[in-house]
């Protein structure tokens, strides 16, 4: 690999995770959650409903107990997910990632592994809330935070000339 442009390391703290749980419960996938909460508050209602017409039963209140759990799950998903990620964590340190950005590809390491991309190999990367997320052809997905960068600006400039090179050199081997 080529002498580096940009080196640029991202700590996986609160913040990063919460921009990652984010990304995947209310943008890629966001219908478990929904049916989780639409079958809570359907559960709660019919429930009620029947518990107000007919009178209290022991079905009518295990079904009322079990939607409300069902609405509290999928109202604070978010935030247990994120305390999940947090306590995965050895030692409660967050890791770091250093991503090292050069004219053939970029190299990502961590305290465990060491891997190398070709800007080809990126699939798509989608910038939001404050992050560029990366997403592989190997199903890998890495999150860089976008102020860890000292000149963000040209940053991104920089990488989307290379990614759309790569994609244009890849369209014309094909």
Known sequence: M??????????YDEAA?????HLMMKKLRRWPRLVILATGF????GSAAVMFTQGVSLTGAIFLIAGNLMCMFGLFA?????????????KGEAPVNVY???DEGMR???????????YGFIRRILEMSGYLFFFMQDGQTYL???ADAANYAAFR????????AARAAGRREE
């Open 144 to 146: 860089l935070r976008a």
């Open 108 to 118: 990502v390491r961590s305290s465990e592994t060491e891997k190398e991309y070709s």
């Open 2 to 11: 080529s002498a580096p442009r940009y080196e640029i390391k991202t700590r």
């Open 42 to 45: 359907v559960s709660v209602a």
């Open 78 to 90: 978010p935030r247990i997910a994120v305390r999940m990620m947090i306590a995965s964590n050895k």
């Open 157 to 164: 400039e920089y990488l989307n000339e290379r990614v759309l």
């Open 100 to 102: 090292v950005f050069s």
């Open 17 to 21: 995770y919460a921009a990652l749980v």
